[in-house]
């Protein structure tokens, strides 16, 4: 079964680059295609994008100047990163398999990580 | 991008029915697909994929749980409820990008 694991800093200051890992266990991310997703407080959840089986990514155009999603093939990993990270960056993120690029439903998650954007 | 409108709970006793509601500000269908997904919450945990393509069982989900619907309002059902259903719902379109979400719905016992 596919397993995911976020790890990265629970703190970040305001202005500095937020990089979070995801480390896939039970299946290569070289198939299948695989997201970020992000839940605020009060419960309102965002899609932030995702990267294919072959590299490629798509990105949520509200992030798209900001964030960026790569991979290390080699320890079945991938990352992200969003810069200038302000309080409204203060969220659980997700990492997540997604079941093939018409559904897009996220079909395994990992536990999710608190970030916390603060001075 | 697609709103998703969800209403924020609903309140529900043990073993009856649970309807939960998403409608959307434009169709989520595209030929035979309809591209609207379930997820369930519980407090302290992932989110679970329930239902994927408005109708379909994702791997390991109890019977119980369905989905319904076609371009811009679709239906969970659980029936009947049980006490470990008690969560929060959410909808997910993928028709167009970005994929949103619904505001989730909380399920409640009555």
């Known amino acids: 079964e596919v397993q995911l694991q976020e790890s990265g800093p629970g703190l970040v200051k305001p202005s500095q680059s937020l990089s979070l890992t995801c480390s896939v266990t039970?299946?290569?991310?070289?198939?299948?295609?695989w997201g970020w997703i992000r839940k605020f407080p009060g419960n309102k959840m965002e899609w932030m994008g995702y990267?294919?089986?072959?590299?490629?990514?798509s990105y949520n155009p509200s992030l798209k100047s900001r964030i960026s999603i790569t991979r290390d093939t080699s320890k079945n990993q991938f990352f992200l990163q969003l810069n200038s990270v302000t309080t409204e960056d203060t969220a659980t993120y997700y990492c997540?398999?997604?079941?093939?690029?018409?559904?897009?439903?996220?079909?395994?998650w990992g536990q999710g990580v608190m970030v916390t954007v603060s001075s | 991008d697609i709103v998703l409108t969800q209403s924020p709970a609903l309140a529900v006793s043990l073993g009856q029915r649970a309807t939960i509601s998403c409608r959307a500000s434009?169709?989520?269908?595209?030929?035979?697909?309809?591209?609207m997904h379930w997820y369930q919450q519980k407090p302290g945990q992932q989110p679970k994929l329930l239902i994927y393509?408005?109708?379909n069982l994702a791997s390991g989900i109890p019977a119980r749980f369905s989905g319904s619907g076609s371009g811009t309002d679709f239906t969970l059902t659980i029936n009947p409820v049980q006490a470990d259903d008690i969560a929060t719902y959410y909808c997910?379109?993928?028709?167009?990008?970005?994929?949103?979400f619904g505001g989730g719905t909380k399920l409640e016992l009555k």
């Open positions: 434009q169709s989520v269908s595209i030929s035979r697909y309809n591209l």
């Open positions: 039970g299946y290569s991310i070289t198939s299948n295609y």
């Open positions: 997910q379109q993928s028709r167009e990008s970005p994929p949103t």
């Open positions: 990267i294919s089986y072959s590299g490629s990514t």
């Open positions: 393509r408005a109708s």
């Open positions: 997540a398999s997604l079941m093939d690029p018409l559904t897009i439903a996220a079909d395994y």
